[in-house]
T-cell receptor
């Protein structure tokens, strides 16, 4: 089946630094990738949708200058949390899809802790 | 706008008994419906989907779901629960009438606890 690799699985950083999270589709071309944030005991909150070669579409309330998304190729999207603060600590999950009717394939998530 | 409701925060079932995790949805057009499972500190794994065709959909790990258009429901079921089925289950919907195919809305999740 389709595999999405997300790296790192966990990261601890100091307040004010930036963190990059990578999401790769290993065996299919991901025309669209999604980035979610998940709070404890809550559902996934869609942050942004990215299509290869174009600017990401951010959901309302998500700061695009803080959460930089780059979808440089059909197999790679990155999320950079800039100038991280403790309130950015969360579980970030990416997903990818190749075709319109395909299910989303998820990475294993990244646990970000900002100290 | 599309939405998904999972009315139960948690479902407890004895091992070997049948289980049901409920999901209802709201869309303007026809729905694409999905079920995913999440284990602690992991991403979501796809279980099954309904696009069109038979209302009863069979998926991974012995799970199945029944699409009921009149009740706008897509309940997840399994005839005999295993302890290893204990996890967080998400129902999701995409509205084919929304234009553009990307956005999928997830329910809040239902924690399934299978008791040995």
């Amino acid at each position: 089946g389709a595999v999405v690799s997300q790296h790192p699985s966990w990261v601890i950083c100091k307040s004010g630094t930036s963190v990059k999270i990578e999401c790769r589709s290993l065996d299919f071309q991901a025309t669209t990738m999604f980035w979610y944030r998940q709070f404890p005991k809550q559902s996934l909150m869609l942050m942004a949708t990215s299509n290869e070669g174009s600017k990401a579409t951010y959901e309302q309330g998500v700061e695009k200058d803080k959460f930089l998304i780059n979808h440089a190729s059909l197999t790679l999207s990155t999320l950079t949390v800039t100038s991280a603060h403790p309130e950015d600590s969360s579980f970030y999950i990416c997903s990818a899809t190749g075709t319109e009717n395909s299910p989303l394939h998820f990475g294993n998530g990244t646990r970000l802790t900002v100290t | 706008a599309q939405s998904v409701a999972q009315p139960e925060d948690q479902v407890n079932v004895a091992e070997g008994n049948p289980l049901t995790v409920k999901c209802t949805y709201s869309v303007s057009g026809n729905p694409y419906l999905f079920w995913y499972v999440q284990y602690p500190n992991r991403g979501l794994q796809f279980l099954l989907k309904y696009i069109t065709g038979d209302n009863l959909v069979k998926g991974s790990y012995g799970f199945e779901a029944e699409f009921n258009k009149s009740q706008t429901s897509f309940h997840l079921k399994k005839p005999s629960a295993l302890v290893s089925d204990s996890a967080l289950y998400f129902c999701a919907v995409r509205d084919t009438g929304s234009g553009g195919y990307q956005k999928v809305t997830f329910g809040i999740g239902t924690k399934l606890q299978v008791i040995p």
